[in-house]
């Protein structure tokens, strides 16, 4: 799954125009790398979403095309 579908379906970032405008300005990094919106998520990537003063980094658990809003939570871990 493309890395701004992901962050968008996770809910980690509420839209994916934002989600990909966050990737194409080098905000978002998978495994300490800066990433671009077509990146293929897999299970056990670190991405790290910088957004404004807030840094926060999210490890993939599941990879799901749909999720209702309990079971986004589930696709990801907080660290």
């Known amino acids: ?4 579908k992901y962050l968008k379906v ?6 994916r125009t934002v989600a990909n405008e966050a990737c194409d300005s080098g905000r978002i990094e998978v495994n ?5 919106a077509s990146y293929n998520v ?3 990537d670190k ?6 003063q807030n840094s926060r980094t999210y490890e993939v ?7 209702l809003k ?3 939570l589930k696709m990801y871990k907080q660290i």
Do not use: F
Request: charged fraction near 30%.
């Open 42 to 44: 897999k299970i056990g």
């Open 10 to 15: 996770s809910r980690i970032i509420k839209r």
């Open 32 to 36: 300490g790398k800066i990433a671009r």
């Open 61 to 67: 658990l599941e990879i799901n095309e749909h999720a």
């Open 47 to 52: 991405i790290t979403v910088n957004l404004g």
């Open 1 to 4: 799954m493309r890395l701004d």
């Open 70 to 72: 309990q079971d986004a």
